[in-house]
């Protein structure tokens, strides 16, 4: 028997796993403008040539939020190449589509529409670059599904509650349940699993026999003590969890010992900062289930750009040269420079044999100059590499270790040293920044009336999509909000006053009156920017400027360029990320001059000014039955059976679910078994008698 026909037989489901492709990131530069497009070409015919059942993408399949023509018609044009056609689709789809694809009018299955020929199915989450937005709560993805191409799913509604319907699908004798739940904003989700408001449903019938698969795009390392979803808030009966948003490979199932179910994390298939997590090697997944075993294979991506990171302590080099040496900052310089050759030596060496992958790679190093040397110009050293890396502007990233300071009398006792650590400068976010500030800021300076939560959020609606009134509006809101709140208790003294501000503040943090307040607020921007006609595309954003990934955007926007109305024909494109890309857009309407657009060029410290006189707009715990997985560990062949015919493409009854919550405590132990090589040839993963694991 081939080894091909042991590996895919009529009761193995072929899976192509991949997250964060970040399509159209740094569209505009001229060296590394079509990278994103060529590696999503490439995961596309991989999954055509390996003949998958299905891709799955774990969120952040766009890197903006309101993707450019040129980004959407490349994506549109890829899939209808690579996932249309004759090729007949081996599964079914047995629970109830209306309520997993719950986001368009076309509730239903691509591959089951009879309008559309599709041969490979993609399902997909949204992750945060490009998650919903608006009044109707509409994303990119959703362009996508209305469209055929795309099957959007694990979008919730609802702020107050959280349940997670699986798909459910069959290949012959094998069942596979693929849960998926969308971004949402790591606090809100932390403190929902906390209480319990995130539920996970399950067959009522046959629930052993189910392979159990989970998608989330949210925090996995630590970013603060709720801005990260702990793997152990997941429920105990999953097998593989498919870990989007975290941007380094690490691709090879790793076991979590407490939850025993297995955590795989593909990683990004771009580099989107110069961070140590981007230089691992870019992998995408293979993933084979049959019953309940599964197996994992490692793809590695070929059209990656290169990227090389070292990091220089200057002091550890006093062989060389010291502060003291003459012309010490010429001779780092130059000791700089031999490390830029050394790494595009080993990036040559690499590349033969690989035509696929770009010739110019990324070099980064990162120098430690703390103990009295001095930086040298930057500019001038990227004028000797222009010709040679794709990255000329940042090659040198120069930094210096903060000093530990004594305790000052009547000072708050705050380690700066930990919470403003020199290597995380380029990978923190503005609302990381905001809520960092008011934990380190003195009791003298803390907001009295807002929350540091609504800032944080309204802030990051300002930097991250363009929202120009999004903290003016927030600030007005809670204004109102807590003058009706002191007229009603007739509060009349200012220290009376001073006392109920804080106790009505203090009641709100944390709650879902806090979140709707935010939610209010923003909405509000967001029509304020529509009366205006200001809904504006993105075309035309940062051509020059590295945008850095998940673990760090840009802090705060470039000024601004005028331009004018007419004359140049460029309508519809502006700054930032603005509201969902299928609300309406005034054709014909280009950028304002400087002169009559001061409100539309605030910056950050600006919106915090006087707002305008405008009046304002108006789980209980479940026993289940032990789950068992088998391992695979013996070199014995099993005999497959092939099936002559495909099963039909009709849809069988829905099947009915018993919920599972979150935090249920019943624990079982289970095996799988993966293959971690790179090879084209692999052995058969579902082979050897089964081992029933203990419970």
Not at 223 to 246: A, C, K, M, R, S
Not at 356 to 375: H, M, N
Not at 527 to 537: C, K, S, T, V
Request: with cysteine; glycine share 6%.
């Amino acid at each position: 028997m081939s080894s091909e026909n042991t590996l895919d037989d009529e009761d193995t489901f072929k899976i192509l796993i991949a997250t964060d492709v970040h399509l159209g990131y740094l569209e505009k530069d001229a060296i590394r403008g079509n990278d994103s497009y060529n590696t999503l070409d490439e995961i596309l015919k991989c999954a055509k040539t390996n003949q998958v059942d299905f891709i799955l993408l774990g969120g952040d399949l766009f890197h903006d939020n309101k993707p450019t023509r040129r980004c959407l018609h490349n994506c549109i044009t890829m899939l209808r190449k690579y996932c249309m056609g004759d090729t007949p689709i081996h599964f079914n789809i047995l629970s109830d589509q209306t309520v997993n694809f719950n986001t368009t009018q076309f509730p239903w299955v691509n591959y089951q529409d009879e309008n559309l020929n599709i041969s490979i199915p993609v399902f997909s989450i949204h992750g945060n670059h490009d998650d919903p937005t608006g009044a109707e709560g509409l994303c990119a993805l959703d362009l996508l599904s209305a469209s055929g191409l795309v099957n959007h799913f694990g979008h919730s509604q609802s702020v107050e509650r959280i349940e997670i319907s699986p798909i459910l699908m069959q290949k012959g004798n094998t069942k596979l349940a693929l849960y998926g739940l969308g971004s949402i904003p790591d606090e809100r989700l932390y403190r929902m699993f906390v209480n319990n408001q995130v539920t996970m449903l399950r067959p009522k019938e046959d629930q052993d026999e189910w392979f159990n698969l989970f998608t989330i795009h949210q925090n996995r390392s630590k970013h603060g003590p709720t801005n990260h979803i702990p793997e152990q808030f997941l429920d105990e009966f999953l097998d593989l969890v498919v870990w989007g948003h975290e941007h380094e490979c690490l691709i090879t199932p790793n076991r979590n010992e407490q939850q025993l179910f297995y955590v795989t994390q593909p990683g990004s298939s771009v580099a989107t900062s110069l961070s140590p997590g981007e230089a691992t090697k870019k992998h995408i997944g293979l993933l084979r289930v049959k019953g309940r075993k599964m197996n994992m294979q490692k793809i590695p991506l070929k059209t990656v750009r290169q990227f090389f990171i070292q990091d220089v302590v200057l002091a550890d080099y006093h062989d060389h040269f010291t502060p003291d040496t003459p012309q010490v900052t010429k001779k780092v310089e130059n000791f700089c420079y031999a490390k830029v050759t050394e790494m595009l030596e080993e990036a040559e060496r690499e590349r033969l044999g690989c035509p696929l992958t770009p010739e110019k790679p990324l070099i980064r190093i990162r120098v430690d100059y703390t103990g009295g040397f001095e930086a040298f110009n930057t500019s001038r050293f990227s004028q000797k590499l222009v010709d040679r890396v794709a990255n000329p502007k940042d090659i040198i990233h120069f930094l210096r270790r903060r000093e530990q300071k004594e305790d000052i009398k009547d000072e708050v006792n705050v380690d700066y040293g930990k919470l403003l650590k020199a290597t995380a400068v380029e990978g923190l976010r503005v609302e990381d920044l905001v809520k960092q500030y008011f934990e380190a800021a003195e009791q003298t300076v803390q907001l009295s009336l807002l929350t540091e939560q609504g800032m944080r959020k309204a802030i990051q609606e300002f930097v991250d999509k363009d929202e120009k009134d999004a903290i003016e509006e927030l600030i007005t809101y809670q204004l109102e909000k807590t003058q009706h709140h002191l007229q009603a208790r007739g509060v009349t003294t200012e220290q009376d006053i001073d006392t109920e501000i804080q106790r009505f503040r203090d009641s709100k943090k944390n709650t879902t009156e806090e979140e709707n307040e935010i939610k209010e607020a923003i909405n509000r921007a967001k029509a304020h920017r529509l009366e205006r006609g200001d809904d504006r595309d993105i075309s035309d954003e940062f051509a020059d400027v590295a945008m850095d990934s998940d673990e760090g955007s840009v802090l705060f926007p470039p000024p601004t360029r005028g331009r004018g109305r007419g004359g140049r024909g460029r309508g519809g494109r502006g700054r930032g990320r603005g509201a969902a890309a299928s609300e309406p857009k005034p054709s014909g309407r280009g950028r304002s001059q400087k002169s009559s657009a001061a409100t539309q060029s605030r910056n950050i410290l600006q919106a915090f000014q006087a707002p305008s006189q405008r009046s304002s707009r108006t789980g209980a715990t479940t026993s289940y039955a032990a789950d068992e997985i088998t391992i695979d560990d013996s070199d014995e062949d099993i005999p497959v059976m092939k099936s002559t015919r495909a099963p039909p493409r009709t849809v069988s009854s829905s099947s009915s679910f018993s919920k599972h919550s979150s935090q249920s405590q019943s624990q079982s132990s289970r095996g799988v078994a993966f293959d971690d090589s790179d090879d084209d040839d692999e052995d058969n993963p579902f082979k050897g008698p089964s081992h029933r694991a203990r419970r």
